[in-house]
């Protein structure tokens, strides 16, 4: 079964449209990096899949409709939705008290033992801890509850590069175990990098991009080309074009490797350079349109 | 049948360990108002701090009615109850006050103040419904603050009459008059009827539309709660010259006919001539009111779901 299945997903505010028609499906057990512009749409997706958002449109998540069923399917969903919303007024002690008696998934033993890793002491409030720590305390709560989609969006925003790197390894090691689902976004492209298993580019409310990992490494190339060879590499009709030192780097999209493996140093594209490429050449074929 | 349940195969037990049951609504609701005293503490802390207050003022008053006490024998028995009842109606009086200003204030701010601070995302990611959530805030006002405000009401009146005894004994007085005369043991059933059915079920629809106004407003949640009723009661008098609006509205702070009726009798401090619940359970506007209590409350249950940060 699908953990999310959505088809032709809309949402307008006033005049503006926000999802514009969005078709994803998303098996259990992956780890979908959701990559998009500031106002693309991809909080407005979340929030639609987490039964925070009326919408148009068809969207089962976990066999659920999220609109009318949001309380059944927190049971097996959590998520942290911004950096910085537990109440500040709660003590520790207090929202492990709660989030144990309302939630049949939760599990205190482990929520203890992630926050004894930490210094955040249990009598304390909100308020009075870290942003660092706050997070690391919502971190705690969520990874402690056996969910089957976790979605964090923009779970890390605002924290130094120390605790991200360590956010990404907990959840990597402490809690995904093939049978999770997980939904990231972030604008830290080259954090997520090597923990996605799936790619998805949204760009004014449409999906642009959505691949597999193993399918972008095969699709997508960026060749290092000396100068002295930028118009035969050019002639296989790159993507994207960018100048660095010594040479030009060029994308390509479905191009085999061997065929350009003579015209300069070939690999994978990170995501960031692709997000660039990809989404430049939206907006291109959009203004070709327009005229 | 029996043969296919006994083969449950592994797939379908782990289908049913996946549709984990979320927990009884009971138990959601119950914690649900544990959270809203632990994030209010003034719920609590006031009327015990109105409390301590009055207890100071009634400890110095003691020295100079302990003068008046003096002449307490050659009063008739109206005189004596004026006496000795009039401070323990006051801190009545007191902590009902309290009760009215810590519910509005509390359910003005019940849904709003989780949109302003955008811990609505947090809330909305446990498995507890809206209508679990707003019925939670509605018991505060409407069970939790009568409740309180009853028990804090007796352990002050019952102090009261400690220290005013410990007084009069000190100064080789009779205390027989005081507790003969002080009256509130019959007052206690009676006044946690008027806490529950006047401020707690009578009152209700004003806490509803306050809590579905601080779910749906954007900002200054006070003025759109003023405003609604303040414009029917203008209109309804420039163009009817009348105001019945503005009656129906008074009648429920009030209390009504009823409420007023039941006070006035508590007020008598006769034994004889105690309330009548069963008056009070029959009457119309009481049950009229819980329905509008309920329709207000199931629509912010609704509004709350299409509520997100401010």
Known sequence: MACIEARGLRKEFGTTIALDGIEMRVEEGRILGMIGPNGAGKTTALNAILGLLPYQGDLHVLGRDPWTQRDQLMCDVSFIADVAVLPHWIKVWQVLDYVAAVHPRFNRVKAESFLAKTAIGYARRVRDLSKGMVAQLHLALVMAIDARLLVLDEPTLGLDILFRKQFYDSLLNDYYDR???????????EEIEHVITDLMFIDKGRVVLSYSMEEIESRFLELMVHPDQLDAARAHEPIAERQVIGGSILMFDGVGRQRLATLGEARTPGIADLFVAVIANQDKQAQGAAR | MSSQS?????????????????????????????????????????????????????SISILHVLVEMRAAPWLDVMQQRELFGQPYEFAEDLIMGTLI?????????????????????????????????VLSKAAIPIVVLPLLAFAITVLTQWFMLMVSSAVLLGNGQNVAILWSRVGIFHRWPMLLFHFLCIHGLWQSPIYAWLLLISVWARRAPILWAA?????IGIVEKVAFNTA?????????FTGGSEGIAIMARGRAMDPMMLFAPLHFLINPGLWIGLAVTAAILSAAARLRRCRGPI
Do not use: M
């Not at chain 2, 359910?107 to 809330?123: C, H, M, P, Q, T």
């Not at chain 2, 503005?246 to 429920?252: C, M």
């Open chain 1, 179 to 189: 049978s999770r689902t997980i939904i990231l976004t972030t604008h830290q492209v």
């Open chain 2, 6 to 58: 006994n083969e449950t195969p592994e797939s379908t037990l782990q289908e049913q360990g996946i549709a984990a049951a979320a927990f009884p609504a009971a138990r959601l609701l119950y914690w649900s108002v544990r959270r809203e005293l632990w994030e209010n503490r003034v719920i609590y802390l006031a009327p015990v701090a109105v409390a301590c207050v009055f207890l100071f003022g009634f």
């Open chain 2, 101 to 133: 200003v810590v519910g509005f204030f509390y359910s003005i701010d019940a849904l709003y103040g989780e949109r302003r601070d955008r811990s609505i995302l947090f809330w909305k990611s446990l498995p507890v419904s809206d209508l679990i959530t």
């Open chain 2, 227 to 231: 405003l609604p009723p303040l414009t």
């Open chain 2, 244 to 252: 019945y609006f503005g009656s129906l509205i008074g009648n429920r």
